[in-house]
Antibody, heavy 120, light 110 residues
Framework: QVQLVESGGTVVQPGSSVRLSCAASGFTFRTHAMHWVRQAPGKGLEWVAVIWYDGSEKYYADSVKGRFTISRDNPKNTVYLQMSSLRVEDTAVYYCARDPPASGWTLDCWGQGALVTVSP | QSALTQPPSASGSPGQSVTISCTGA?????????VSWYQQHPGQAPKLMIS???KRPSGVPDRFSGSKSGNTASLTVSGLQAEDEAYYYCFSYAGNNNLLFGGGTKLTVL
């Protein structure tokens, strides 16, 4: 079955860097765009970044632009989120989500999330 | 860019219908038919309920339906059931490869 599993969640200090991974299985990973979405404690969902199926295009929310980098390794069926210059307000559960071809920006499968806590 | 506007809460009794609105602008909801809706129970990952304004994925009950008029999209839940109690989020393409969520609506089944 389709599965997305995030890893790399941790507790860090402001200014630190963290890399999250999302391992995909059960579908043809290389044909799907992939997104990261985050949710601060007790808050709503916030779109973070997207990467095209082949890695050729990457786009970010203004709140993370210049600090976060999305990438993927198709042979390893994995998408990454490199987070740098972390701030307290980046504390959140980070979800990866699948965006099928020609789906009109639809996130049809989500991982269980990875918690990143940024605390002095 | 600001989040899409949803009412913080909505409620209905079992068997009733409830509609949740999601208001944006001509640059997002009004400009594209790329609105989706997600259900999230506490402590769980979101689940896709509606895609591209009106499409219902396989496995989602037909009690859930979506629509759009101008800059406002709506999710209607008919025949409310206890398990429908959850948070619901709208999501829209906003042009220039930017994407927006709504602030979320807590649906309570009375």
């Amino acid at each position: 079955q389709v599965q997305l599993v995030e890893s790399g969640g941790t507790v860090v200090q402001p200014g630190s860097s963290v890399r999250l991974s999302c391992a995909a299985s059960g579908f043809t990973f290389r044909t799907h765009a992939m997104h990261w979405v985050r949710q601060a404690p007790g808050k709503g969902l916030e779109w973070v970044a997207v990467i095209w199926y082949d890695g050729s295009e990457k786009y970010y929310a203004d709140s993370v632009k210049g600090r976060f980098t999305i990438s993927r390794d198709n042979p390893k069926n994995t998408v990454y989120l490199q987070m740098s210059s972390l701030r307290v307000e980046d504390t959140a559960v980070y979800y990866c989500a699948r965006d099928p071809p020609a789906s009109g920006w639809t996130l049809d499968c989500w991982g269980q999330g990875a918690l990143v806590t940024v605390s002095p | 860019q600001s989040a899409l506007t949803q009412p913080p809460s909505a409620s209905g009794s079992p068997g009733q219908s409830v509609t949740i609105s999601c208001t944006g602008a001509t640059s997002d909801i009004g400009g594209y038919n790329y609105v989706s809706w997600y259900q999230q129970h506490p402590g769980q990952a979101p689940k896709l309920m509606i895609s591209e304004v009106t499409k219902r994925p396989s496995g989602v009950p037909d009690r859930f339906s979506g629509s759009k008029s101008g800059n406002t999209a709506s999710l209607t839940v008919s025949g409310l059931q206890a398990e429908d109690e959850a948070y619901y989020y709208c999501f829209s393409y906003a042009g220039n490869n930017n994407l927006l969520f709504g602030g979320g609506t807590k649906l309570t089944v009375l």
